[in-house]
């Protein structure tokens, strides 16, 4: 899934820095939280989902989301997943599945992890005594730090977990999407609305 912090302000470089991090857990264990520079996209999923997995050792036998529009057509008539998600899934032998719409508790098995971290990131800066970070690696570093000692408490939990993966593929499939765009006579290109050079 994916969450925002909305309690403070991470600053990078003494520039207010709007993110989304991307979280990926086993039952026992929180796997994974990547800081995602943009929105809820299929990349981000991709790139958060196959580090997890890597870092893990293993596949589980389902990657499980509530309705992210990066994984499903939710304008279909019947569930339906995206044609990059189904390969990602296809890839690593996953059954993709969603929440149901409605069922609270399905939901919550996702949300609940996000609002302890919040916590524990809040707690971590407080802490740390400022929110400032010299780069995204110093910040995703933080990061990964929090995760860790939350994960440390679960060690064992996880360790029977794995031994239930099946194993990883050869090499990871691409985590990134392919455009063709237009290029100016002034060496310019626009994409998603925004002009790159």
Sequence with gaps: DFTRIKDFTIMIQGQAFKHLHTIIVCPSVLVQVKVICGGESYTALSTGLQ????????????????????????????????????????????????????????????????GHLKRRIGQALLIRGSHEFASL??????????????????????????????????????????????ISSSSTFDLKRVTYT
């Design 137 to 182: 690696e110093d910040y995703q570093g933080f990061i990964e730090g929090v995760v860790s000692k939350i994960n440390q408490r679960c060690h064992s939990r996880f360790q029977k977990e794995r031994a239930c993966l099946k194993a990883l593929p050869k090499r990871r499939t691409h985590d990134y999407a392919e455009h063709r765009v237009l």
């Design 51 to 114: 580090d997890a997995l890597w870092r893990s050792g293993g596949v589980p036998q389902e990657h499980r989301t509530d309705s992210l529009s990066a994984a499903f057509n939710n304008l279909a008539e019947k569930e339906q997943l995206t044609v990059r998600y189904h390969d990602l899934c296809r890839h690593y032998g996953l059954k993709a599945t969603r929440n149901n719409p409605g069922v609270g508790h399905e939901n919550g098995a996702i949300e609940s992890p996000h």
